[in-house]
């Protein structure tokens, strides 16, 4: 008579032991990668295309116009420097104990120091501006645009990579604002590019802007250069 074989672990016949269920692991996150770097997830698009400077050889080229900032930063010292000057003026030449040539020479000093204290910083500022280079680029794929006002680095964007391109004011400055489709656009281009952004993004709504009235090419060129390159790839509202 053959005997029926056991159960392992001592079950005895006709009789089911407990049920065996994978482990549960502990709560928490369990990942260390994004989920969109697994199988069966598209992968992460690379980091758009950052440069130093816009390259010069494309096809639409803005630069800013030295002539018309240094005019407007003129301008400005002029109207602060001017009631300053009227006011020290008026003291020195009330003074009774001061001549006519004394008064003339600290009246001169006065409006001197003035200016060069005012100058100084705003020729710096000027300086800084002209060294960037060209301020925005456009071409059949995409556009160039600084990411800082007073420097030098650009990021490139596809046209199909751009939520918005609008126009914006705020004070005399009148700008061309581009917005990304991707908001982590920028992220990665370091703590002083943050800062600008962030302080664009206040102003304008984006940290990516490119100036239209201090640029060496007419407003009126520069967005219908934009709508010519971009064929309707990117929403415009100028």
């Not at 005895?12 to 065996?20: D, I, L, S, T, V």
């Amino acid at each position: 008579m053959t005997t029926p074989p056991q159960p392992a672990h001592g079950t005895p016949a006709g009789q089911h032991g407990p049920a065996q269920h994978p482990p549960v692991p502990p709560p928490g996150p369990q990942y260390t990668r994004p989920p969109q770097q697994y199988a069966g997830y598209p992968p992460l698009p690379p980091p758009p295309p950052v440069a130093k400077r816009i390259p010069e050889d494309q096809p639409f080229v803005v630069r800013p116009s030295i002539r018309k900032r240094g005019m407007f930063f003129g301008a400005f010292a002029l109207i602060l420097v001017v009631p300053l000057s009227c006011l020290f003026g008026i003291g020195i030449l009330g003074s009774d104990d001061t001549d006519a040539g004394e008064a003339l020479f600290g009246l001169v000093a006065v409006v001197g120091c003035l200016l060069l204290l005012l100058g100084l910083p705003l020729g710096i500022q000027l300086w800084l501006i002209a060294s960037g280079g060209p301020v925005l680029a456009a071409g059949p794929a995409g556009l160039w645009i600084r990411t800082r006002p007073t420097r030098g680095q650009a990021i490139w964007l596809p046209w199909e990579g751009i939520a918005q391109i609008s126009r914006r004011r705020w004070s005399l400055e009148k700008m061309l604002v581009v917005k990304a489709r991707d908001p982590r656009t920028g992220q990665n281009l370091g703590a002083f590019t943050s800062l600008d952004s962030g302080l664009l993004k206040a102003f304008y709504g984006s940290g990516f802007v490119a100036t239209l009235n201090f640029a060496d090419k007419p407003e009126a060129e520069i967005v219908a250069a934009v709508a010519h390159f971009s064929a309707g790839r990117t929403p415009i509202s100028l």
